[in-house]
């Protein structure tokens, strides 16, 4: 073994904590992409000449349990009780959560007497549309900003983390829940046994959780590295799921594979004693995945020699296209894309300014980088060479509600899995 093998083997197998789901010691490096701002921390223009607080971006994989995760270099209450995240701005984003809703209200036969709680549940994209179904509904944001834009939607909804303490205060109220929704917070939950502790404490003897996340599985095969962010403490499969799940009395039921978010899991669980039978999804998809190695460390330890490789090609791509004289801007703000952006280093150098839907990143910088946010607008009177998709997962509908831009001849850079240039002028409308 040479000199740089043994230092990779030191530093990957050195004592990183203690795993947050099953304590064991972590010691194998996931990937470890370097320092970091808070994904989410948008800058104001006198912000940009202020320090600027950077935190390790090292993921770990628990060699007993399994489960990605990050340390916690950041208290949650310094990411989430102002957010800059909106799901309202994905048009997709709020029709599959229409479309929850109508499928979920008749799978349990929810109505008036019913009581829905969603955690994390954000400016209202979802519960909202509960309310002409007549099932009375409950937020739980930690976010004020976020939250008071839900009430002004008429969606009842609550300040506060989400853990077993407030869970024991709304069951002393005596308000258990028949369904618990938890879309993409899980992955923000940085003590995952006291949040699981609390639904299993709120649900009712037959309620159901529903909880929706990114698929581990799908985060590895395709290259994902860049929904690795610290708002993100975990990062999944049923696997871990499952003995979450059981560790707290509870069973998984039920699996669902949906294509948000690049690729997730809905899974359904219940408590253990509850009279829901486990389907073949999930008998089919735990062995599926043991299958393919996500009980195999070795299978994670391959993934960042794949993060390197994609990282060139894209360095390579964008430095040719710069030195043809392209003129290159970025469409969206998301958090993915800061990860990406600080990782790969790439500033004002590469991007003139990025777009975004959202105004309250308006005027705004992306933290690290300190790019301009300027309204989608932009784009038309700029009238860019390329546009560098940074929310990749919403391809779609960004290259569709962008169409026009091919009257100029611009194209598309989607950098995941790996690096892609689509012409609108060959997209089907």
Request: net charge negative; with cysteine; proline share 7%.
């Given at each position: 073994m040479n000199a740089h093998s043994r230092f990779e083997s030191l530093r990957s197998k050195s004592s990183h904590g203690n795993c947050r789901l099953c304590g064991?010691?972590?010691?194998?490096?996931?990937?470890?992409?370097?320092?970091?701002?808070?994904?989410?921390?948008?800058?104001?223009?006198?912000?940009?000449?202020?320090?600027?607080?950077?935190?390790?971006?090292?993921?770990?994989?628990?060699?007993?349990?399994?489960?990605?995760?990050?340390?916690?270099?950041?208290?949650?209450?310094?990411?989430?009780?102002?957010?800059?995240?909106?799901?309202?701005?994905?048009?997709?984003w709020v029709e599959h959560a229409r479309r929850y809703c109508e499928m979920i209200k008749v799978r349990l036969s929810?109505?008036?007497?019913?009581?829905?709680?969603?955690?994390?549940?954000?400016?209202?994209?979802?519960?909202?549309?509960?309310?002409?179904?007549?099932?009375?509904?409950?937020?739980?944001?930690?976010?004020?900003?976020?939250?008071?834009?839900?009430?002004?939607?008429?969606?009842?909804?609550?300040?506060?983390?989400?853990?077993?303490?407030?869970?024991?205060?709304?069951?002393?109220?005596?308000?258990?829940?028949?369904?618990?929704?938890?879309?993409?917070?899980?992955?923000?939950?940085?003590?995952?046994?006291?949040?699981?502790?609390?639904?299993?404490?709120?649900?009712?003897?037959?309620g159901v959780i529903t909880l929706e996340f990114p698929h581990l599985e799908r985060l590895i095969d395709e290259n994902q590295f860049d929904t690795i962010y610290h708002e993100h403490f975990s990062y999944f499969s049923l696997v871990t799921i499952d003995r979450l799940a059981r560790r707290h009395d509870l069973k998984v039921f039920d699996v669902e594979q949906i294509p948000t978010h690049g690729g997730s899991l809905r899974v359904y669980l219940c408590r253990a004693d509850a009279t829901y039978a486990v389907s073949a999804a999930v008998t089919a998809l735990l062995a599926h995945e043991r299958r393919v190695g996500l009980e195999d460390i070795g299978q994670y330890e391959q993934f960042t020699s794949r993060v390197h490789r994609t990282k060139r090609e894209l360095l390579s791509f964008l430095i040719a296209s710069k030195n043809k004289g392209a003129r290159i801007c970025g469409y969206g703000a998301p958090g993915?894309?800061?990860?990406?952006?600080?990782?790969?280093?790439?500033?004002?150098?590469?991007?003139?300014?990025?777009?975004?839907?959202?105004?309250?990143?308006?005027?705004?910088?992306?933290?690290?980088?300190?790019?301009?946010?300027?309204?989608?607008?932009?784009?038309?009177?700029?009238?860019p060479d390329y546009l560098f998709i940074l929310p990749w997962n919403l391809k779609r509908e960004i290259v569709a509600q962008m169409r026009h831009?091919?009257?100029?001849?611009?194209?598309?850079?989607?950098?995941?899995?790996?690096?892609?240039?689509?012409?609108?002028?060959?997209v089907a409308p």
């Open positions: 064991a010691t972590l010691k194998s490096t996931f990937v470890d992409l370097g320092m970091s701002p808070l994904c989410e921390s948008f800058l104001t223009a006198d912000q940009t000449d202020a320090m600027e607080p950077y935190y390790p971006l090292h993921t770990v994989v628990c060699e007993s349990c399994f489960l990605v995760q990050l340390q916690e270099y950041v208290k949650p209450e310094h990411i989430f009780t102002e957010y800059a995240y909106f799901s309202s701005y994905s048009t997709s929810l109505g008036a007497e019913s009581r829905v709680y969603e955690v994390a549940s954000n400016d209202g994209y979802l519960l909202q549309h509960f309310l002409p179904l007549g099932v009375p509904v409950t937020g739980i944001e930690p976010a004020a900003n976020v939250a008071e834009v839900a009430r002004q939607k008429n969606v009842p909804t609550m300040v506060e983390f989400f853990g077993l303490e407030l869970a024991q205060k709304l069951v002393s109220d005596g308000k258990r829940a028949d369904l618990i929704i938890g879309n993409n917070v899980l992955a923000q939950v940085p003590d995952l046994n006291d949040f699981t502790a609390g639904m299993a404490c709120l649900l009712a003897p037959q993915k894309g800061n990860t990406l952006l600080n990782y790969c280093g790439i500033g004002t150098d590469f991007l003139d300014f990025t777009v975004d839907r959202n105004p309250y990143k308006h005027g705004r910088y992306t933290p690290g980088m300190h790019i301009p946010i300027l309204p989608v607008e932009a784009i038309d009177e700029v009238r831009v091919a009257d100029w001849g611009c194209k598309f850079i989607v950098p995941i899995p790996n690096v892609e240039i689509i012409d609108p002028r060959e």
